[in-house]
């Protein structure tokens, strides 16, 4: 049994997207930098809208999340994505002192959509002071393997922000669910 943090803590946003301004340009037919200006800030829109329907995040980022207390189980699942990375797992002791869990006693693994964090088989997760947010777990997730046709279906978001700029635009439009349906977690 695994336990799961509720909230995540965007720490670092991305710094690069999925799709690129050549890119969106090529798909459009847009020859010179006339609208590049118009262009640029749609690609981030269309990977954001992406990600908040599937619950996937696209592009390397980091979060934080707490917990009160470990788990008396061996896992911990983040439902944030696929973890690249773990920065560090800190943790108030009895004694309430911030401790830094040291990198060989866990490991992660990664299934179809989520990840789960697991302490050792000969350790057991050290004891907490009675507080909230008593451990603090800072991971990195990633979209490895970015598939193609997701990528086709930002495109054709970015279009449609494009074709449609001025006027308002509903991310729960229906059109951009069927695109990223077979991606939703």
């Known amino acids: 049994m695994t336990v799961s943090p509720i909230n995540y803590i965007l720490s670092t946003d991305a710094t690069t997207e999925v799709i690129t301004l050549a890119e969106i340009k090529i798909f459009l037919k847009i020859d010179g930098s006339d609208y590049d200006n118009i262009l640029t800030p749609f690609i981030k829109v269309s ?18 999340t707490f917990l009160d207390c ?15 990375s773990i920065t560090s797992i800190q943790y108030y002791d009895v004694n309430n002192a911030l401790q830094t869990l040291s990198s060989s006693d866990y490991y992660f693994t990664n299934d ?27 991971f990195k997730v990633d979209y490895p393997n970015f598939p193609a046709t997701l990528k086709q279906a930002l495109l054709s978001v970015c279009a449609y922000l494009y074709e449609n700029a001025g006027d308002c635009v509903n991310e729960n439009n229906s059109q951009f669910k069927s695109l990223f349906f077979p991606y939703i977690v």
């Open 47 to 64: 990977r954001q809208i992406g990600e908040k329907i599937t619950g996937r995040d696209f592009v390397e980022k980091e979060y934080k």
């Open 70 to 84: 470990f788990p008396d189980c061996h896992g911990i699942e983040i439902r944030k994505s696929k973890l690249k």
């Open 112 to 138: 179809a959509n989520y990840s789960s964090i697991y302490i050792n088989n000969d350790k057991s997760f050290p004891s907490t002071y009675d507080r909230k947010q008593a451990v603090i777990i800072t």
